[in-house]
């Protein structure tokens, strides 16, 4: 787990402060043994396309280890974590929104929350940034993390295939509809587990009681259960949040300005980080003192 631990870390650094690295997360090579495995079945698809890289990954993963007293572990684990992170950086795409000089670029930079292909058009107001921010964070970041943290450089890479076969359109353009939609149940079901532990980091570093109410009242309102792959409570808490955080501070700002909403939404994003970061940390120091 210090390894993990230590590998996470060096990757929010390489992404803060080596930012033209993101270059090198491309999946170009995923992409032709794909199309070697052609349009087969859909178990072929899952079995050969999916499953075998991951599984490699897995056995590279369980061999390194011993090797250099960790440190091959630790460079196999801090690459894969990184190639998988993303692929866009959050920070810079909600920086560039802020910053667009007019309308005109903004709308160009808007979609960039998006660069999954999942969901709607993000526009320019509140609602839309809060939501498109929050489930940006639980692809770009917090899917890969809760992966990688629990199954190790090969969670974080299931994780990863999975999405860009689910939603990324060079993956799944031309695939028969029974396969688009396994793929979209299994991104689903990877990201039910870190959506909901986003939503109770989230109630710990924002208001509890917003947080729980909206959760609860939403999957009331739907009678899904709670278990059921409806992920929509996600950016209903996310907008109660921010309209909860807005409202308790003393600035007299307003949680209905597109601005106001992208700034506090990311904040938020990032105590949700922290969160799940110190939670880590206590893992590995609960390990080194039992």
């Known amino acids: 787990m210090a390894i993990k631990l230590v590998a996470i870390l060096l990757v929010l ?6 930012p033209e690295l993101v270059r090198l997360r491309n999946f170009a090579w995923w992409r032709a043994w794909l199309d070697k495995v052609g349009h087969s079945s859909t178990a072929a698809v899952f079995a050969f396309g999916l499953a075998a890289p991951v599984v490699l990954c897995a056995l590279v993963q369980v ?3 011993g090797a250099l007293f960790g440190l091959i572990a630790l460079a196999f684990a801090a690459v894969v974590l990184y190639l998988c992170w993303g692929p866009r950086d959050l920070e ?16 160009a930079v808007l979609q960039g929350l998006r660069a999954d292909g999942a969901g709607a058009d993000v ?4 609602e839309s940034l809060v939501e498109a921010t929050f489930t940006a964070a639980l692809k770009r970041w917090f899917g ?6 629990f199954l190790g450089p090969a969670g974080a890479l299931l994780y990863r295939l999975a999405q860009l076969l689910a939603y990324a359109p060079e993956y ?12 979209q149940r299994l991104a689903l079901a990877l990201d039910w587990a870190p959506a909901h532990l986003m939503a109770l980091s989230l109630a710990l570093a924002s208001n509890f009681d917003a ?27 996310a907008r109660a949040s921010v309209d909860a955080d807005v ?15 992208l700034e506090d939404a990311m904040v938020l994003v990032r105590r949700v980080a922290v969160v799940w970061l110190t939670l880590i940390a206590l893992v590995v120091l609960g390990n080194w003192f039992a």
């Open 92 to 107: 810079r795409d909600v920086e560039a929104i802020a910053k667009a000089p007019d309308s005109e670029r903004r709308a």
């Open 247 to 261: 409202a308790a501070e003393e600035s007299g700002q307003d949680a209905h300005s597109p601005r106001v909403a």
């Open 13 to 18: 650094l390489a992404c803060r402060g080596l």
């Open 63 to 65: 061999a390194a280890p």
């Open 211 to 237: 947080v729980f109410k909206t959760w609860h009242d939403y999957h009331q309102a739907h009678g899904k259960g709670y278990f059921c792959l409806d992920l929509g409570f996600l950016p209903a808490i």
């Open 123 to 126: 526009a320019f107001v509140a």
């Open 172 to 183: 799944g353009r031309d695939r028969p509809a029974a396969q688009q939609e396994a793929a």
């Open 144 to 149: 890969v993390l809760f992966w990688f943290t």
